[in-house]
């Protein structure tokens, strides 16, 4: 198994772990976050151990990490089952974020308008 974390714009944002080459577990995305994809992935580890996606996790929110894992790996529920306001700072990095990319949505439309098109042609 690997452990990965998705870096977008400087800063460690998921950590997370596949069966999957890494290329494609990031092209396949995350369907709560849209900056998933538009970050850089990287491998930490590999190990047969799956506690340690739950440690990665401790240690990047313990450096101030702006971490959006709703769990704390291995099944942990950051909202049950620690006191960490993650509806709260969910709310306000995504509408930080939201400020920021404004015209995200239109251009990944366009993108995915111009892949089809290009499929299409082939």
Same mark, same amino acid.
């Given at each position: 198994?690997?452990? %990965?974390?998705?870096?977008?714009?400087e800063?460690v944002i998921?950590?997370?772990?596949?069966?999957?080459d890494?290329? &494609?577990r990031?092209?396949?995305?995350?369907?709560?976050?849209?900056? %998933?994809?538009?970050?850089q992935?990287?491998?930490?580890?590999?190990?047969?151990?799956?506690r &340690?996606?739950?440690?990665w996790i401790? %240690?990047?929110? *313990?450096?101030?990490?702006?971490?959006? *894992?709703?769990?704390?790996?291995?099944g942990f529920?950051?909202?049950?089952?620690?006191?960490?306001d993650y509806?709260?700072?969910l709310?306000v990095? &995504?509408?930080k974020w939201?400020?920021? *990319?404004? *015209?995200?949505?239109?251009?990944?439309?366009? &993108?995915?308008?111009?892949?089809?098109i290009n499929?299409n042609?082939?």
């Open positions: 198994m690997k452990i %990965y974390k998705i870096i977008y714009e800063k998921y950590i997370g772990k596949t069966k999957l890494l290329h &494609r990031h092209l396949s995305g995350h369907p709560y976050y849209p900056e %998933y994809r538009l970050g992935i990287e491998l930490i580890e590999e190990t047969d151990d799956i &340690r996606e739950r440690f401790d %240690y990047y929110r *313990n450096t101030g990490e702006p971490l959006l *894992n709703r769990q704390n790996g291995d529920n950051v909202k049950t089952d620690s006191k960490f509806k709260g700072y709310k990095y &995504r509408k939201a400020s920021e *990319n404004k *015209n995200y949505w239109k251009e990944y439309r366009l &993108r995915k308008k111009q892949q089809k499929t042609e082939i």
